[in-house]
């Protein structure tokens, strides 16, 4: 089983799109002058859309292959405004570091150009269908020592 990690980053009408995806960047890939950083600002166009077709709101943004995996997710409306649910707060380690993929989830009818567009634009971010995981072999934990462990007495603890 694997360590999975969430974020969930307050989106429109609290910010547009385009500000929902640098917000997220900026947690995946918190260094700016990171080549992740760099790799992410290619993919934004179809990040973006995604967006504001809200896509993340039901299935996330999906990093892998450095440490746990890492799912994004969207809020939207009255949550966005308020804040419910919303956690934007900085990870342990940067998901971007290293061997990582990024599959941003797409509407079915916008996946076809979505697809040719990262294809074109980036090796590193792919789109997929919502409702679509991403498959075993490209998640993360491709070394099994970096498999979840639970520490029983602080998961017991009341």
Not at 36 to 53: H, P
Not at 90 to 95: D, G
Not at 97 to 102: I, K, L, V
């Amino acid at each position: 089983m694997a360590t999975v990690v969430t974020r969930t980053v307050a989106s429109m009408p609290q910010r547009t799109a385009v500000q929902t995806w640098e917000k997220i960047v900026a947690i995946v890939a918190p260094d700016p002058k990171s080549p992740a950083r760099a790799e992410l600002q290619k993919a934004a166009g179809v990040a973006a859309a995604s967006i504001a077709s809200e896509a993340p709101k039901d299935d996330g943004f999906i990093i892998h292959g450095n440490g746990p995996q890492v799912r994004v997710y969207c809020v939207f409306g009255d949550e966005a405004v308020s804040g419910d649910g919303v956690n934007e707060d900085a990870l342990q380690a940067s998901p971007t570091e290293g061997d990582w993929q990024m599959s941003v989830p797409c509407l079915q009818e916008d996946l076809d150009w979505s697809q040719k567009k990262l294809k074109s634009d980036t090796k590193r971010v792919t789109a997929r269908e919502t409702g679509e995981g991403v498959a075993a072999n490209e998640s993360n934990n491709r070394d099994p020592s970096a498999a979840l462990s639970v520490n029983l007495q602080e998961f017991l603890k009341s």
